[in-house]
């Protein structure tokens, strides 16, 4: 009796010690499986699969802008053939408009990790056709009296050219916002398939950024 009582109080002590070995092994082979699948693409792939789930679409919304614009157009009116000079004429258009910004998630990501870094570059911002209110419109004539309809005609022609125009401007006012909102789909998607996707820190930078370094500060968002 005594002989069996020491022989298996050594092998509970025996499977003790080995066991936080064993784990600490496995935890190891994991972490290298993961850091291998995110330089080979696996891990983006994967990523993509999921944000096209869960948006049901190609795109991935990342800000909305709404602006109260003026457009104005300016036009040089003549008469007699085009001999006899008449004063300028000036009109301007107010009109809200709603700028939506998105990345294609079928365009070209690239995602690396190192040392629980995540470093994401992601597809070009880009922006779908400017949604103006036209019932919320407004002209006003700000100079000259004659031919101002047709000023006026051509003025509402151009507009969808103008937004397009504005949007592409307004680009460097909402790039930190999308930069924070695609960092923020990265992490919940890390920490709906890893355990320990909760350490790692995500860097995003887009495709126009490519000469651009990416940021010494990972984005640290709070949950």
Not at 9 to 25: D, G, I
Not at 110 to 119: A, G, L, Q
Not at 141 to 158: I, T, Y
Not at 195 to 210: H, L, Q, S
Request: charged share 25%; net charge positive; with cysteine.
């Amino acid at each position: 009796m005594l002989l069996l009582l020491t022989v298996n109080a050594a092998l509970v002590f025996k499977a003790c010690t080995s066991a936080p070995a064993a784990a600490l092994r496995e935890a190891g082979s994991a972490l290298e499986k993961v850091a291998a699948a995110f330089h080979r693409g696996s891990i983006t792939t994967s990523l993509v699969t999921y944000a096209t789930t869960l948006t049901n679409d190609l795109k991935l919304q990342v800000a909305t802008l709404k602006q109260m614009e003026i457009f104005t157009r300016k036009e040089e009116a003549a008469t007699a053939f085009g001999y006899l000079p008449l004063p300028d004429v000036i009109v301007e258009a107010r009109v809200p408009v709603e700028y939506t910004y998105f990345v294609d998630l079928k365009g070209p990501w690239k995602i690396e990790v190192t040392d629980r870094r995540v470093r994401v570059q992601a597809p070009s911002l880009q922006f779908n056709t400017p949604a103006m209110d036209v019932s919320g419109m407004t002209l006003e004539v700000r100079k000259g009296m004659f031919k101002v309809g047709d000023v006026q005609e051509n003025l509402r022609k151009s507009l969808a050219s103008m937004a397009a125009g504005q949007a592409g401007q307004n680009l460097p006012l909402i790039r930190e916002n999308a930069r924070r909102q695609v960092a923020q789909f990265v992490e919940t998607w890390l920490l709906r398939n890893f355990t320990d996707g909760r350490d790692y820190a995500v860097t995003v930078r887009f495709g126009d950024e490519i000469e651009t370094p990416l940021p010494d500060a990972p984005l640290k968002l709070q949950r």
